[in-house]
């Protein structure tokens, strides 16, 4: 099945404390994107990539990391996680950047106390 | 700078009914619009868009939305609405003349159908 796995679907943690979400697609697709979901706020765009080894920054990207060292991966690292950064988080995939459909994985709720 | 905006935080429809959900944009060249719905505890999943061509657009589950170059606006449509079809609505836009920009959404809009 075509999909966008996301892990863990719920993370607890305390400030300052170094965390990674993992992401994986099996579409063989060349675009990848974090973004965060917040109540009143929409999603705001964290970070993308169009392809391995480039990415780029989005709109709110302060705090966080990534890496796309694969085609298939594209892990989002908190290295030093604070409370603001507390909600749900999504990464999504595309065949290319633009005019493509984005597929998104089921999200990752992260609660920094 | 492009944006999007869903004016109604909430839309009620009866099941049965027709129902349209509101989005305007604004870029500064021609617009990629797309479509979004998200069911609870799921990600986002895409409903239709609109590159370039008819400006009526089909797209999943009966849904199909409108592009007015003039208003600036590509509203979501259905022409009976379903319970099934209660769930929060994104819509997005790209600007064709930025390379390398976001894909930016709306804000959401919940759609409440009753029976």
């Known amino acids: 099945e075509a999909q966008v796995t996301q892990n863990p679907r719920y993370l607890i943690t305390v400030t300052g404390k170094k965390l990674t979400v993992t992401c994986s697609q099996n579409m063989n697709h060349e675009y990848m994107s974090w973004y965060r979901q917040d109540p009143g706020l929409g999603l705001r765009q964290i970070y993308y990539s169009m392809n391995v080894e480039v990415t780029d920054k989005g709109d709110v990207p302060e705090g966080y990391k990534v890496s796309r060292k694969e085609k298939r991966n594209f892990p989002l690292i908190l290295e030093s996680p604070s409370p603001n950064q507390t909600s749900l988080y999504f990464c999504?995939?595309?065949?290319?950047?633009?005019?493509?459909?984005?597929?998104f994985g089921n999200g990752t709720r992260l609660t920094v106390t | 700078a492009q944006s999007v905006a869903q004016p109604e935080d909430q839309v009620n429809v009866a099941e049965g009914n027709p129902l349209t959900v509101k989005c305007t944009y604004s870029v500064s060249g021609n617009p990629y619009l797309f479509w979004y719905v998200q069911y609870p505890n799921r990600g986002l999943q895409f409903l239709l868009k609109y590159i370039t061509g008819d400006n009526l657009v089909k797209g999943s589950y009966g849904f199909e939305a409108e592009f007015n170059k003039s208003q600036t606006s590509f509203h979501l449509k259905k022409p009976s609405a379903l319970v099934s079809d209660s769930a929060l609505y994104f819509c997005a836009v790209r600007d064709t003349n930025q390379a390398g920009t976001a894909l930016i959404f709306g804000k959401g809009t919940t759609l409440s159908v009753s029976s």
């Open positions: 999504a995939s595309s065949i290319q950047g633009f005019g493509s459909p984005l597929h």
